[in-house]
């Protein structure tokens, strides 16, 4: 069944635009989900369930913002939106983009609703066993999601666009115990598309066991400052956390970015160039249109080393004389839509990997991410690496655990001396505003000096 | 279809059924700059249904109680695996939970927020810094939990937040301060918020950088908050507990945290996580997890207490209606000696990267921020160890007990920390 048969919903939606006011939108959202966790091989927990809302948009002396799932209490949400609207007392003004009237849907090789829950207990039955690949593994939780989403898009300049598209992520997590030393590795698959997001995923849960048992092993890390060489992972949360956060143009414009004032200036090394891209096909942070209607497109952030553009809403396009970029992003009707980033990543280089770490006399390795947060303001970041390696004269030597990485963002995009020709992008949630997205974030391994916090 | 209609349908199709609904209302208004940029106000319902059947679970969410919807979560159930473990419970005999309402946050207009927000804007403009954000909400919701083994239980609950973001400073050198307080009563200290966070990054202006070494350290509050909740809290957990994912496995009676004690307590007057019942419809309780240093007691809900062939001590949680109850912490109030003063050479106000702390080991590398050694602000600084042997380390527990999502906690003095400058 598509979206809103007959047409109901649009009636209802015209209705609401035609409120007297300086610009409205509305956006209809609808989302089946299905989460399946297998505990220790046992896929006794299902859930599956169907949501959806309307979220109305007003905007006059201020935004007025209001959602509901009720429809019976739609009129009221309106209402509500509308009052909001005049409560402040502030210029806001949106920027121009084409008014787009559109029907797209993502396409899949294999529908999830072709896909049986029988089929999804397979895949994650042997994804399962996979992980069990070693006699240390005394415990391993896989946790299966999809949300199949479908929206309709309308605003007073008379956009329409109905998009449909689904989402798959897979969380394996395994842990080993030796010696009664407990340690655990964690693996994530996602994209978007159809059920083929998961073909790889016994590969991925293996990987988080093999991941688990190297930190078995792992010694404590040391801490201090020193040359660190960063994996496509975390150089993708580093671009994300550190550079992505302080250009989203609402942190710009209130003064909580470090980069406001650095427009077509140089914060990075020549080597570094960076762009956000919606576009990706199958990547976790896809999407057609962003939820202003404005189109999704690659946007360049850091051309070698230059800062070229800031991520905009519709809304600090136009505070900041510029043009909307399509990131206007919202968790879902219940969210009104704020700048994000989609997928981000750094561009490759042509070193190889034992080229760009053959001169490096002491340093350290870091793989995988456990997660980051920055303040933008400051330009202070923390991330947490799932493992890493000693380097000693241009060799990887022994492993170690639990180790954060921190620093000053512009120090650190300015001491990067080396990217190699590897290229991965992985998939995540991002917080902000108190919404949560999805994003991709990659690029190759990369070079540069920085403090790591260990606990040696 | 009402409640009890498909209470009854489900009790002839399942062994077991369970209905769990919530409405609320919530309201918010964002500050950006001086101006007010957006208000958004919410209404949304649902339902979550859990089945068992034969001990296949099957859950099913949805805004619309329908038949089709009942039958869906018997469908879950006939492909789920079984296990033995699940149960739901029975009640009759809930706790009075005190001061988890407030009609005046129910009743509370767009008009009355704007004034609260103004005193907390005022602050910012007394110390000449710049608000980045700012903004208060609330929300009132009602939460009813049914079940076929004879639950019906009510909770109606209210709370509000209010949250400031400032900068001192210019272009050149700047520094931010923020500041936040949640409450399930209209009590808030509008003033007091707006003063913290714009003191914050007042006095962090021109900081200095920290030779890296071993410090005597006080965390506030909010620091000690973000620690405890994703360092500590896990371990306590009995499905961590049972499936050898805590370090606390087989180490009840064993003395591991010094001196300190810690209640998980759901009855908790006025606690921001403070209700009759858990998200389960069992009632909640006061629960001794560590006694002078000894651990005591973990959490459980139904599930991992049958397990264990004992009676769940009320700890089942859920995010929202569309997710399955799990175990989860209430108001986790950390107790110890009073000292009459703490003087630590570096006091930590807030923490960054928190949630990438190891919730099994317990270890922990994080970014200290708003951070004032002996007074003066500190640039940068990473503070790592384990949180078990932290605990071991403190040194002066302080008076001005706060609560701060989960974590009821004064400041503490730790000994003996490194700290990476």
């Given at each position: 069944m598509g979206l809103n048969p007959g047409g109901f919903m649009e009636d209802i939606m015209e209705d609401i635009l035609s409120l007297k006011a300086r610009f409205i939108d509305v956006c209809y959202h609808k989302v089946k989900s299905t989460t399946i966790s297998m505990k220790d091989g046992k896929a006794s927990e299902i859930t599956s369930g169907l949501n959806s809302g309307v979220g109305i948009r007003i905007l006059n002396k201020s935004w007025g913002f209001a959602y509901t799932n009720d429809m019976g209490k739609l009129k009221d949400a309106a209402l509500k939106a509308l009052k909001g609207s005049e409560v402040g007392n502030r210029k806001i003004s949106i920027g121009e983009v084409d008014t787009i009237q559109d029907n797209v849907e993502l396409r899949a090789n294999r529908d999830f609703s072709k896909v049986t829950l029988d089929d999804r207990l397979e895949l994650l039955k042997e994804a399962e066993e996979a992980a069990r690949c070693a006699e240390e593994v005394v415990s391993t939780s896989l946790s299966y999601g999809e949300a199949q989403v479908e929206s309709l898009y309308m605003n007073s300049e008379a956009a329409n666009i109905k998009s449909k598209l689904s989402r798959g992520v897979l969380y394996s997590q395994v842990f080993v115990k030796s010696d009664g030393k407990l340690q655990v590795g964690m693996e994530r698959l996602g994209g978007t598309g159809g059920f083929e997001i998961f073909n790889e995923a016994g590969v991925s849960s293996r990987q988080a066991t093999e991941k688990a048992l190297r930190l078995l092993n792992a010694k404590a890390?040391?801490?201090?400052?020193?040359?660190?060489?960063?994996?496509?992972?975390?150089?993708?949360?580093?671009?994300?956390?550190?550079?992505?956060?302080?250009?989203?143009?609402?942190?710009?414009?209130?003064?909580?970015?470090?980069?406001?004032?650095?427009?077509?200036?140089?914060?990075?090394?020549?080597?570094?160039?960076?762009?956000?891209?919606?576009?990706?096909?199958?990547?976790?942070?896809?999407?057609?249109?962003?939820?202003?209607?404005?189109?999704?497109?690659?946007?360049?952030?850091?051309?070698?080393?230059?800062?070229k553009n800031f991520i905009h809403s519709r809304e600090t396009a136009s505070a900041l004389d510029s043009i909307p970029t399509g990131n206007a992003r919202a968790q879902g009707y219940n969210h009104p839509p704020v700048p994000r980033m989609s997928n981000t990543y750094m561009k490759s280089g042509d070193l190889s990997f034992d080229e760009m770490i053959s001169d490096i006399k002491s340093g350290v390795y870091l793989l995988g991410s456990k997660g980051g947060e920055v303040d933008p303001a400051r330009g202070v970041f923390q991330f947490s690496a799932e493992e890493g390696f000693i380097i000693k004269n241009g060799e990887i030597m022994e492993s170690v655990r639990d180790v954060a990485l921190s620093g000053e963002t512009l120090k650190i995009l300015k001491s990067i001396d080396a990217v190699d020709k590897q290229f991965d992008i992985s998939g995540g949630y991002c917080g902000k505003a108190g919404q949560v997205v999805p994003v991709g974030d990659g690029g190759p391994s990369i070079r540069t000096y920085s403090s790591v916090g260990g606990t040696a | 279809m009402n409640i009890d209609k498909a209470l009854g349908y489900l009790s002839d199709k399942a062994d077991e059924a369970e209905i769990y609904f919530i409405k609320g209302n919530s309201e918010k208004i964002e500050v950006e700059g001086k101006d007010i940029r957006l208000t958004s106000a919410g209404y949304s319902r649902g339902y979550g249904i859990r089945v068992l059947k034969n001990f296949h679970l099957g859950f099913y969410y949805t805004t619309e109680l329908s038949e089709e919807a009942l039958n869906k979560s018997l469908d879950i159930a006939e492909v789920a695996r079984r296990d033995e473990n699940f149960c739901l419970p029975?009640?009759?005999?809930?706790?009075?939970?005190?001061?988890?309402?407030?009609?005046?946050?129910?009743?509370?207009?767009?008009?009355?927020?704007?004034?609260?927000?103004?005193?907390?804007?005022?602050?910012?403009?007394?110390?000449?810094?710049?608000?980045?954000?700012?903004?208060?909400?609330?929300?009132?919701?009602?939460?009813?939990?049914?079940?076929?083994?004879?639950?019906?239980?009510?909770?109606?609950?209210?709370?509000?937040?209010?949250?400031?973001?400032?900068?001192?400073?210019?272009?050149?050198?700047?520094?931010?301060?923020?500041?936040?307080?949640?409450?399930?009563?209209?009590?808030?200290?509008?003033?007091?918020?707006?003063?913290?966070?714009?003191?914050?990054?007042?006095?962090?202006?021109?900081?200095?950088?920290?030779?890296?070494?071993?410090?005597?350290?006080?965390?506030?509050?909010?620091?000690?908050?973000?620690?405890?909740?994703?360092?500590?809290?896990?371990?306590?957990?009995?499905?961590?507990?049972?499936?050898?994912?805590?370090?606390?496995?087989?180490?009840?009676?064993?003395?591991?945290?010094?001196?300190?004690?810690?209640?998980?307590?759901?009855?908790?007057?006025?606690?921001?996580?403070?209700s009759r019942m858990d998200d389960e419809g069992k009632a909640t309780e006061k629960k001794v997890l560590v006694d002078k240093g000894v651990l005591k007691e973990f959490l459980y809900d139904c599930y991992t207490a049958k397990k264990e062939g004992r009676e769940s001590n009320g700890s089942a949680s859920r995010g929202s209606y569309s997710s399955l109850p799990k175990v989860g912490a209430s108001n986790f109030i950390l107790s110890c000696k009073e000292s009459s003063t703490i003087d630590a050479e570096l006091v930590i106000n807030g923490l960054i990267g928190a949630h990438t702390s190891n919730s099994i080991t317990g270890d922990f590398s994080v970014e200290v921020s708003n951070a004032y050694l002996k007074d003066k602000p500190v640039k940068k600084a990473i503070i790592s160890g384990n949180v078990f042997e932290l605990i071991k380390n403190i040194s002066a527990f302080g008076k001005d007990k706060k609560q701060f999502s989960k974590v009821v906690s004064p400041s503490i003095e730790f000994e003996n920390i490194r700290v990476v400058g």
């Open positions: 890390a040391p801490s201090g400052s020193f040359i660190v060489v960063l994996d496509p992972h975390l150089t993708g949360v580093f671009i994300h956390e550190a550079l992505g956060h302080a250009v989203e143009a609402d942190h710009v414009i209130q003064g909580e970015s470090i980069v406001s004032d650095k427009l077509g200036k140089v914060i990075g090394s020549e080597l570094v160039t960076v762009y956000d891209d919606p576009t990706l096909e199958g990547s976790f942070g896809f999407y057609f249109y962003d939820n202003e209607g404005v189109r999704a497109e690659k946007t360049i952030l850091l051309g070698n080393g230059v800062l | 029975s009640e009759k005999n809930y706790p009075e939970v005190k001061g988890t309402y407030d009609k005046r946050i129910e009743e509370l207009e767009i008009d009355e927020a704007k004034e609260y927000l103004s005193s907390m804007l005022h602050q910012a403009e007394d110390y000449q810094v710049r608000v980045t954000t700012a903004a208060i909400s609330w929300g009132y919701s009602t939460t009813e939990i049914y079940n076929t083994h004879g639950v019906e239980v009510r909770s109606t609950d209210t709370d509000i937040f209010a949250y400031l973001s400032t900068v001192a400073g210019d272009i050149d050198e700047s520094s931010t301060g923020s500041y936040y307080d949640t409450s399930r009563k209209l009590n808030l200290d509008f003033e007091d918020i707006g003063r913290e966070a714009s003191s914050l990054a007042k006095k962090s202006l021109h900081p200095e950088e920290i030779e890296t070494g071993n410090y005597t350290i006080a965390l506030k509050p909010i620091a000690v908050a973000e620690l405890i909740g994703y360092a500590l809290i896990p371990s306590f957990n009995a499905d961590n507990v049972q499936r050898q994912r805590s370090i606390l496995s087989g180490k009840k009676d064993e003395k591991l945290f010094g001196n300190l004690g810690i209640i998980d307590d759901g009855t908790l007057e006025a606690g921001l996580l403070s």
